[in-house]
């Protein structure tokens, strides 16, 4: 009895070991197989039970087909273009994953190799192609696309031909973005198929439209002031400047600056020599006769009811403009500036005929029952001083103006608006200080024998001097 249940034994024991040695038999047989295992696949292409060779056949037939097949088309408008994948060189990684994708199972230890495949079975899983394709043909196409698309902005424009208006049409601008453009294709090469796409492209609305300038139809202030046109180089000057200060929008809320608008004073832009004033006296400079410009223009926008910014008078006073009515300009330190405070856009417009400069601010007359005033009051009045020097190399008679004198003045200017005929607003302009300068003369004290009586143009003129100096 005893002896039965040992063979029983010994019987299952044997059992078991020609078992697992049958297993591990297959198993082996299994993982020494050639062919790639069970449930795998690229890119959605089932490769299982093929060797790579064959694998790679079946690839690259079912995706050179679709290669040759596919295109992604751009389309903007009416317009189309077309990128096809052939011409691109498109190609895959096809090698290089079948030899990942044939690794399951084939490599390591063999329990490793045993457990992927066993795993592979029961487990899908798909290896992703990487493609490649040359960019240079997308990113030309891309740039000639643009060239053919694109459109600048432009802004409607007014131009006043003395005595009317015309106005143009406005353009939206219209730039492809080539950036957004060869990304988004990027994201579609890997689909391979026939791809339709619109182009991204970025409106840019213009600044100005036609429907913003046909309201400006008002002449809102105007002022002239008269120059020597005998004095060529000044004259010159002042058609210069006014020719850049003609045709100017100013849009509501927008500052005007007269150093900006006229640009540098300089000789290459068509400025002359002619008198400036500098340390209190005339003397000869680039672009002498721009500040008969800025002081023109600054009574037109007071006369316009428009906001100054800045402003400041000369340091003399002038004979083209009353006291407290003038605005210089020097370099690009001293500025004429004011605002557009109406709710339309405004248009300056300036003219030279004969001796006369003449600007007229255009708009919308919000208020045509209103009138402006500007009035200046004189607070102070300092008379010079005439230093009379007498000038022994002088001929008795003779008299030099060495120093020309200017009266100082103390103006406080007003703006005042009327409605209907009755004030509504006093607006302080603020105070004008011009300089006094004393003045130079030499009189001649030389006595020169002469024959006969002197002629009347021989006798000096007299003065009423305060300090007198010989020299």
């Given amino acids: ?235 010159t000057n002042i058609k210069v400047a006014t020719n850049s200060a003609n045709n100017v929008l100013i849009r509501p809320g927008e500052v005007y600056s007269v150093n900006e608008t006229l640009g540098p004073r300089l000789a290459k832009y068509g400025y002359k020599d002619a008198k400036v004033i500098i340390n209190n006296e005339l003397v000869p400079g680039i672009g002498g006769g721009v500040c008969q410009v800025s ?43 004011f605002m557009n405070n109406t709710n339309y856009p405004i248009y300056i417009y300036g003219e030279v005929k004969g001796s006369w400069v003449k600007f007229t601010v255009f708009g919308k007359n919000e208020h045509p029952d209103r009138m402006v005033k500007i009035v200046s009051e004189t607070i102070k009045t300092i008379p010079p001083t005439i230093k009379i020097i007498e000038d022994p190399t002088l001929p008795v008679g003779t008299t030099i103006e060495e120093k020309k004198s200017h009266t100082g003045y103390i103006v406080k200017t007003q703006r005042i608006v009327y409605e209907n005929g009755k004030e509504i607003l006093r607006d302080d302009l603020g105070t004008s200080n011009y300089r006094v300068v004393n003045g130079v003369i030499r009189v001649g004290t030389k006595v020169v024998q002469s024959v006969g009586l002197p002629l009347e143009d021989d006798i000096a003129p007299q003065f009423s001097p305060i300090l007198t100096e010989n020299n």
């Fill in 1 to 235: 009895m005893k002896g039965y249940k040992l063979s029983v034994g010994g019987l299952a024991y044997i059992i078991i070991v020609l078992l697992i040695a049958i297993v591990v038999a297959g198993a082996v047989a299994v993982v020494q197989g050639e062919e790639i295992r069970a449930n795998i696949s690229i890119n959605g292409i089932n490769v299982s039970g093929l060797s790579k060779i064959d694998a790679e056949k079946r690839l690259k037939g079912i995706l050179q087909d679709k290669i040759e097949s596919s295109f992604i088309s751009l389309k903007f408008d009416s317009k189309e273009w077309k990128i096809n994948y052939r011409d691109l060189g498109y190609s895959y990684n096809i090698e290089e994953t079948v030899n990942k994708a044939y690794a399951i199972g084939h490599e390591g230890v063999l329990l490793k190799k045993i457990t992927e495949t066993l795993r592979a079975r029961f487990t899908a899983q798909n290896f992703e192609l990487e493609s490649n394709y040359n960019n240079e043909p997308i990113n030309k196409l891309l740039t000639d696309i643009s060239k053919e698309i694109n459109q600048e902005v432009v802004d409607a424009t007014i131009k006043y031909t003395g005595t009317s208006f015309s106005v143009t049409e406005e353009k939206i601008g219209i730039r492809l973005n080539q950036e957004d453009a060869a990304s988004l294709i990027t994201e579609q090469m890997n689909k391979v198929e026939v791809v339709v796409m619109e182009l991204p492209v970025d409106i840019v609305q213009p600044i100005v439209k036609k429907s913003d300038l046909i309201v400006i139809q008002d002449k809102l202030g105007e002022f002239s002031t008269k120059f020597n046109a005998a004095d060529a180089d000044r004259s």
């Fill in 295 to 337: 002081s023109t223009l600054y009574n037109a926008v007071l006369l316009s009811n428009l906001k100054v910014i800045e402003r400041k008078n000369h340091s003399l006073t002038l004979s083209y403009v009353g006291l407290g009515r003038d605005a210089t300009i020097s370099g690009d330190y001293i500025d004429f500036k």
